[in-house]
């Protein structure tokens, strides 16, 4: 009963985390609905698109510690009882859902890149950079950074496995990936359409009229 109520508490705590959307916050404080806009997502990089660098920055910054925080005080600082060894992974996975299905954006948020990668960095800070490395290649060669998002989600579980040998905690980020790649349909459909707006695109070159 007691790991459960732990368990239960990191999914809770972690899931509300995940529901700060900043870029979402920010827009609405500006009288418009982020998903009605730019690319139609509710995270940094649409951020840049209709409101600029310091919300984009603000945004970012926010979605990277929602995840990294609690994960972080998880592995030092918390003291939680030996049979939930895998609540970090949990917690931190719970994030990255909270903002992707936001229960007071009717579940339709982010695509959780910046979440990832707050989550990447409390459990391993080299895999973090692994991870920056190829944002900044996908977005220097291909200039979309939803490819850099599920390269990095499919990357992860691969890295876990032969990291820890975990086959629960691996599984995990198995299928949060998959659901991931399942968010980022419609922006591999825009991709192969031509439709895609870049994510270094200046703020005025927006579409407003792109799929959410």
């Known amino acids: 009963m007691k ?4 368990y239960l508490g990191g999914i ?7 529901n700060i959307n900043t870029a979402a916050i920010i827009a609405r404080c500006k009288g418009f609905d982020i998903r009605t806009k730019g690319s139609g997502n509710a995270g940094a990089s649409n951020a840049l698109l209709t409101m600029g660098k310091g919300a984009a920055v603000c945004s970012a910054l ?14 030092h600082v918390i003291s939680y009882p030996e049979e939930c060894a895998h609540l970090p992974v949990v917690t931190g ?4 859902l909270g903002h992707m299905f936001p229960f007071w954006m009717q579940f339709r ?4 890149f910046a979440s990832l990668l707050g989550l990447n960095l409390a459990l391993n800070w080299q895999f ?5 490395g190829i944002l900044a290649v996908l977005l220097i060669t291909t200039k979309y950074i939803a490819l850099a998002t599920m390269t990095c989600a499919v990357a992860l579980p691969v890295f876990w496995y032969f990291y820890t040998g975990d086959l629960l905690e691996t599984g995990v980020f198995a299928v949060m990936a998959v659901i991931i790649i399942i968010k980022h349909v419609p922006n591999l459909k825009r991709i192969a359409n031509g439709t895609e707006i870049p994510s270094w695109i200046k703020k005025h070159e927006s579409r407003p009229d792109s799929e959410a």
């Open 3 to 6: 790991t459960a109520l732990w």
């Open 12 to 18: 809770l705590i972690g899931y509300l985390l995940g």
């Open 62 to 75: 926010v979605d990277i510690f929602k995840a990294f925080v609690p994960v972080f005080l998880l592995l």
């Open 93 to 96: 996975v719970s994030v990255i």
């Open 109 to 112: 948020g982010g695509k959780g």
């Open 128 to 132: 973090f950079f692994v991870c920056i």
